[in-house]
Nanobody, 114 residues
Framework: QVQLVESGGDLVQPGGSLRLSCAAS????????TAWYRQAPGKQREWVAY???????NYADSVKGRFTISRDNAGNTVYLQMNNLMPDDTALYHC????????WGQGTQVTVSS
């Protein structure tokens, strides 16, 4: 069973950048496809990006060209570099395995506001 801890969220102005981290342990995490998800208050959780164990990446249209997902298999850490942030990016961000997910962690809050 994979255990996940997200960090790096903050309050940032539009156009700013943040780097989120997902630290994982257990269940041979380096061999699992991992995704970032986000959920704004009152809205459904949506998929943002994933990265496979071989480094294949995919992104939601809403973040394509602005966000970059990466992983450090040796350190069992997955990152989300978020550039050119917009108010619509405001959400609680979680990571998890993909497509079959384990328990959700606490997530990390990203707020984009002037």
């Amino acid at each position: 069973q994979v255990q996940l801890v997200e960090s790096g969220g903050d309050l940032v102005q539009p156009g700013g950048s943040l780097r989120l981290s997902c630290a994982a342990s257990g269940s041979l995490f380096s061999l699992k496809t991992t995704a970032w998800y986000r959920q704004a208050p009152g809205k459904q959780r949506e998929w943002v990006a994933y990265i496979t164990n071989t480094g294949t990446k995919n992104y939601a249209d809403s973040v394509k060209g602005r966000f970059t997902i990466s992983r450090d298999n040796a350190g069992n850490t997955v990152y989300l570099q978020m550039n050119n942030l917009m108010p619509d990016d405001t959400a609680l961000y979680h990571c998890n395995t993909y497509p079959n997910r384990g328990p959700w962690g606490q997530g990390t809050q990203v707020t984009v506001s002037s």
